[in-house]
């Protein structure tokens, strides 16, 4: 059964980086998309962007250039940092994994989230 | 950006109702939607993709259909586990976007 588990600071200061990273266990990496997604309490969800396992990005330009989306194959983990956060950034930041190894194909197994913060 | 519009965006049924969210897209996805349901504090579920095909282990009681910029997700007889927000997404075209979501709750 693939787990996923997202892990950082929960409390980010504005104007700093918000670092996540994501670690998959009960399966690999590789030949499969990822992707954060994150939800302001009480809202939707947004799209952040994905990263393929051999380190083809793509990310939302609502987010313009502040995302930054990398792997790491031999830890089984991928990351995300997002620069120059506010208070707008204050969101449940899920990790998920694309099925059916497409970038096109929805999340089929996502991480429990985690709430980050972002304030002085 | 594709934007992806639910409709209602709450409903009131009880156990054993027909219940039916539709999705509108604003420009032409083909079938690239997902449903997705989420219960409080949880990550959302995968329930349909390709906006027609059942996830493997989701019941049979949802559905879903369309294709182009309207589709729509039943469940055919609404369960107690059932009570939750839905929402779809398109992955036709960058950004993927989701819809607002559709909170499902107890009569």
């Known amino acids: 059964q693939v787990q996923l588990q997202e892990s950082g600071p929960g409390l980010v200061k504005p104007s700093e980086t918000l670092s996540l990273t994501c670690t998959v266990s009960?399966?690999?990496?590789?030949?499969?998309?990822w992707s954060w997604i994150r939800q302001p309490p009480g809202k939707g969800l947004e799209w952040i962007g994905y990263i393929y396992y051999s380190g083809t990005t793509k990310h939302n330009p609502s987010l313009e250039s502040r995302v930054t989306i990398s792997v790491d194959t031999s830890k089984n983990q991928f990351s995300l940092k997002l620069s120059s956060v506010t208070a707008a950034d204050t969101a449940v930041y899920y990790c998920?994994?694309?099925?059916?190894?497409?970038?096109?194909?929805?999340?089929?197994?996502w991480g429990q989230g985690t709430l980050i913060t972002v304030s002085s | 950006d594709t934007q992806m519009t639910q409709s209602p965006s709450s409903v009131s049924a009880s156990v054993g109702d027909r219940v039916t969210i539709t999705c509108r897209a604003s420009?032409?996805?083909?079938?690239?939607l997902a449903w997705y349901h989420q219960k409080p504090g949880k990550a959302p579920k995968l329930l349909i993709s390709?906006?027609?095909t059942l996830q493997s282990g989701v019941p049979s009681r949802f559905s879903g259909s369309g294709s182009g910029t309207f589709f729509t997700l039943t469940i055919s007889s609404l369960q107690p586990e059932d009570f939750a927000t839905y929402y779809c997404q398109q992955t036709n075209s960058f950004p993927w976007t989701f819809g607002q979501g559709t909170k499902v709750e107890i009569k």
């Open positions: 009960g399966g690999s990496i590789s030949g499969y998309y």
């Open positions: 420009q032409g996805i083909d079938n690239w």
């Open positions: 390709s906006a027609s």
């Open positions: 998920a994994r694309h099925g059916s190894r497409a970038s096109s194909s929805p999340y089929d197994y």
